[in-house]
Nanobody, 124 residues
Framework: QVQLVESGGGLVQTGDSLKLACVAS????????MGWFRQAPRKEREFVAAINRNGALVYYGDSVKGRSTIFRDNDKNTVYLQISTLKPEDTAVYYCAANSGGSGTPRENLYDYWGRGTQVTVSS
């Protein structure tokens, strides 16, 4: 059974940093690219970051570029997302997803598996 379980969300202050984790099981994690997406209230889901299967290639959405880092530990079947200088507009449910293509993509429809998300709320 495939599972993606996100953790690390919560209530933080503007300017804080946050590290999210997503633990995967039920598939060959090291063969999949991984991505993070987020969805704010009354908005469409948005690409945040992606990483290819071996961690050598990373991609970021414009909204977090320059203040976020995606990385993975294939031995632990875990992908991480670190965001610094958080803003109220970063408030959203953050989802991790797995893409069998392996190379990493911002295209949401190319992801095969999705987690249930973790809520991040940034107070001003």
């Amino acid at each position: 059974q495939v599972q993606l379980v996100e953790s690390g969300g919560g209530l933080v202050q503007t300017g804080d940093s946050l590290k999210l984790a997503c633990v995967a099981s039920g598939f060959d994690f090291s063969s999949y690219a991984m991505g993070w997406f987020r969805q704010a209230p009354r908005k469409e889901r948005e690409f945040v970051a992606a990483i290819n299967r071996n961690g050598a290639l990373v991609y970021y959405g414009d909204s977090v570029k320059g203040r976020s880092t995606i990385f993975r530990d294939n031995d632990k079947n875990t992908v991480y997302l670190q965001i610094s200088t958080l803003k109220p507009e970063d408030t959203a449910v953050y989802y991790c997803a797995a893409n069998s293509g392996g190379s990493g993509t911002p295209r949401e429809n190319l992801y095969d598996y999705w987690g249930r998300g973790t809520q991040v709320t940034v107070s001003s």
